[in-house]
């Protein structure tokens, strides 16, 4: 879709909006699910980037505590604990502007990624930038999805990162098409950002080829230290109007509504559902922000009536239309 499509989408009255959205929902997802991901930091903290957002940049103060790469067996033990819980999807995260082939923290993700592949969950990784030999080995050790994102619209990426491109983060992408891999990637609201830009950022996604299986729609969680932490969150109505314009504008991808949902009400969320995500990250902590508890988002998911995929009911059910 192009930006005047996108905007025309965007600026309708709210409720003819997710009217339409949900129409489009229904028409791609049989049934109500909401896929539940868990999310593991592997590797925290000490970045070399610049990333404005992020607790884990190396460049700000933020308290973070620094940890080396996790150890295989400890992280089959986190994987083993988010299937228990209901998880269909393992994300594994590390605080690295990228990583190469050959080096001994990749072959130490890789064998992460065998064992967890075997536990019967999509698996996927967030590893920074990488280029096409990494991607086929990643994808060859059994990784379902890589996640990458772009994080905000092409014009202010630049406000917001100055050690890394917005079209370095496009060639990670084409590398992992290429191998055959998954993109999931989405961006993150309230940075300081107008409208305009969240729809540029749906508009660069949209006309990805492949479109990307999943798009993360993460609200700022304005960490102490980094320069926006002092960033007021956006109104939940403009959340829910971007749900409901990313699911028109990629009806067959799983919207997931990713970090910031602790901030929101039950009520909010459950119009972020209506509007088109369907699915969340899950379990007690995000990466290094707090995430509401698992309890708590089961009770919830039981209370709105959207069945949960189980482990007997693995993501494979998921219909996608053409
Ligand atoms: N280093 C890798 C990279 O940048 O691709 C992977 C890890 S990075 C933490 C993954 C994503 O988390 C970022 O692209 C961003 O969208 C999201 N993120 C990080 N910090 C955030 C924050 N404070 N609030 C919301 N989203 C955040
Ligand atoms: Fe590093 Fe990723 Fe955080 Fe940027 S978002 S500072 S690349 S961990």
């Known amino acids: 879709m192009n930006f005047a499509d996108l905007k025309r989408l965007y600026d309708q009255p709210l409720f003819d909006l997710i009217s339409q959205s949900r129409a489009a929902h229904l028409q791609h997802w049989r049934g109500e699910q909401v896929q539940r991901c868990s999310l593991l ?11 404005a957002y992020c607790a884990q940049s190396a460049h700000y103060s933020t308290g973070l505590e620094r940890e080396d790469l996790m150890p295989v067996d400890e992280i089959m033990t986190a994987a083993k604990r988010a299937r228990a819980q209901g998880a269909t999807r393992f994300c594994m995260g590390a605080a690295w502007r990228g990583v190469r082939e050959g080096t001994p923290k990749f072959e130490q993700v890789l064998e992460a990624i065998r064992e967890v592949s075997q536990l019967g969950m ?9 280029g096409p030999n990494e991607a086929r080995r990643l994808k060859e050790a059994g990784v379902t999805a890589y996640n990458h994102n772009i994080d905000t619209s092409p014009e202010f990426y630049p406000e917001i990162v100055s050690t890394h491109t917005f079209a370095d983060r496009l060639t990670t992408i084409a590398a992992v098409q290429e191998s055959g891999m998954s993109v999931c990637c989405g961006g993150i609201v309230g940075l300081g950002e107008s409208p305009n830009d969240r729809l540029r950022m749906l508009e660069v996604l949209s006309n990805f080829d492949p479109a990307p ?36 504008a990629l009806p067959k991808a799983r919207v997931r509504l990713a970090a910031g949902r602790a901030r929101l009400s039950r009520e909010g969320q459950a119009l972020c559902f209506f509007a088109g995500a369907n699915s969340i990250f899950y379990g007690d902590k995000l990466l290094t922000a707090e995430n509401p508890a698992a309890d708590a988002d089961r009770a919830l998911l039981r209370q709105l009536d959207l069945a949960v995929e189980a482990e007997e ?5 998921r219909e996608i239309s053409d």
Do not use: H, W, Y
């Not at 999509?122 to 990488?130: H, K, S, Y």
């Not at 939940?236 to 990313?246: E, G, H, K, Q, Y």
């Open 313 to 317: 009911n693995p993501p494979a059910v």
């Open 213 to 248: 299986e999943s798009v993360p729609i993460n609200c700022l969680m304005a960490m102490p230290g980094t320069p926006l932490a002092e960033q007021p969150p956006i109104d939940i109505f403009d959340l829910v109007r971007l749900i409901a314009v990313t699911r028109l």
């Open 122 to 130: 999509e698996v996927c990784v967030t590893l920074g930038q990488i």
């Open 41 to 51: 930091s592997i590797k925290t903290g000490g970045c070399s980037e610049d990333c």
